[in-house]
Each structure stands twice: as structure tokens, then as C-alpha cells.
């Protein structure tokens, strides 16, 4: 079984991490993908993509943004070109598609991201064109929201379930993970079509909870600043 976390956040928005640090981390974890979605920006995740190749890491690097729409957040994977935020949810599956991307919903029904503004797009997952929907997301707060959603898809919308760790420093990636049959980006795109994935999580550890906490306290996570989550309309182009 292959191994991808397709949500991780680095430096280039409000992650802590470098998407070196990142880079070999994943490389220590024995991932076989991941996907670097900062918030509105893919400029570290092709910065990944192309140190991945150069440092001949075995680790593929899919480009990823994750967008916030005007109805919450969403991630597009594969993209090609940035994805400016607050568009409607609609219309950025639409763009996304129109790359050739695939399109998750995130946290889709995510109670505590959404008290910050950084809630994912909840019953809109039925009704838009969503490749892949996560059910399970890393984030420490998210155990309740988590089993909720994999009902949910289990009984509603019968995608693909896909895992990220939604990582905002080094130690948290690889914290839930997509495991799909094959090795490489395609069996993976393969196994989204086929909804042949399933998830795995790790539970939480003393030093990554330490972490999360201090990033947090540090402000590095920035949930209300341009990087975040949480963006204004003046950030928007
Ligand atoms: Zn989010
Ligand atoms: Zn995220």
C-alpha cells in the first residue's frame, strides 16, 4: 500500500516548517506522496516539487492549494497555476477542474476551525463536483468531526476518503495519511477515481501536541492573519 498525506502546510503560509524540513520528514516517515496545500499560494509546494526531484528524494510532491472560498475552505491538488481566494466554492472546483486538478473537501464539517473562520464548505460537498472528500483530518481538534464526515460519505456522498494531516509544523506530517494500492502519484490519482483509498491516523504524541500548542502560542500559525485561513477581501487578489 502506498502512503500520501495530501494536506500539509508550509512556511510559504502559516506553517512552521520549511518545505525542506518538511521534505525530510516525509522522506523519515517513508511516505511515498505528499501534497503541500498552503493557504491561497502554491509557490512552496512547487518549491517542493522541484527540490523532491533534485535531491532525487523517494518522495513525490503533488502542487496543492488549499483556497478559501467565500463558503470555506477547499484543496485542489495537481494544480498548475494559483487559485485566487474567495471565489465561490463552485466556481473554484470549476477552476480546479479546468487545470486538470482534483478537488477535496476539507474538514468539510470541521466545529472548531470553523470558529475561526477556517471551516470547510459542510453540506455544499453534495452538491459541487468534489473528487475526494477528507475523512480524516490530523488536526488534534478534529476526532469528532472526523467520524461525523467518514458517516457522512458512507452514507451520503460515496467519494473517495482521503487522509491529511493538515500539518502546520515538521513533527505533525504524516499525522493522517491516504493509503491507496501503488506507489506513485498515478496509482494514487487511480485509486481517488476507483474510491479505492482508505485512511489511516496516528495517534497524538506528547511532542507533537507540545508543538502544535507553541506554534500556536508563537502566533506562527497565524489563523487571522493574510496568510491564514481567515482572509479579508483585501487579501484577495
Ligand atoms: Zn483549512
Ligand atoms: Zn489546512
Redesign the pocket.
Known amino acids: 500500500m502506498g502512503r500520501a498525506d495530501l494536506h500539509i502546510h508550509s512556511d510559504h503560509s502559516d506553517g512552521a516548517a520549511t518545505v525542506a524540513q518538511i521534505l525530510f520528514r516525509a522522506r523519515h516517515l517513508g511516505l511515498d506522496v505528499i501534497a503541500i496545500t498552503d493557504h491561497n499560494e502554491i509557490a512552496g509546494a512547487q518549491e517542493a516539487r522541484r527540490l523532491a526531484t533534485r535531491w532525487q528524494l523517494p518522495v513525490q510532491v503533488i502542487v496543492g492549494e488549499?483556497v478559501t472560498t467565500s463558503e470555506g475552505?477547499l484543496v485542489g491538488l495537481f494544480l498548475k497555476e494559483r487559485i485566487r481566494p474567495l471565489l465561490t466554492a463552485a466556481a473554484t472546483v470549476d477552476e480546479i477542474h479546468r487545470q486538470g486538478g482534483l478537488a477535496v473537501a476539507?474538514?468539510p464539517f470541521s466545529a472548531w476551525?470553523k470558529l475561526f473562520d477556517?471551516g470547510g464548505v459542510g453540506r455544499l460537498v453534495e452538491r459541487l463536483q468534489f473528487d475526494a472528500i477528507e475523512t480524516a483530518n490530523g488536526n488534534i481538534t478534529e476526532g469528532w468531526s472526523n467520524a461525523w464526515t467518514e458517516s457522512y460519505n458512507r452514507k451520503v456522498t460515496h467519494l473517495a476518503g482521503v487522509g491529511g494531516s493538515?500539518a502546520h509544523t515538521e513533527v505533525a506530517v504524516g499525522q493522517a495519511i491516504t493509503l491507496f494500492p501503488g506507489t506513485d502519484v498515478q496509482m494514487l490519482r487511480r485509486a481517488i477515481y476507483y474510491k479505492t483509498t482508505s485512511v489511516w491516523e496516528s495517534p497524538w504524541k506528547l511532542g507533537a501536541v507540545a508543538d502544535f500548542v507553541r506554534n500556536h502560542l508563537k502566533g506562527k500559525m497565524d489563523l487571522f492573519g493574510a496568510k491564514g485561513?481567515a482572509i479579508s477581501q483585501s487579501h484577495a487578489i
Do not use: A, I, R
Open positions: 488549499e475552505h476539507v474538514h476551525l477556517c493538515d485561513g
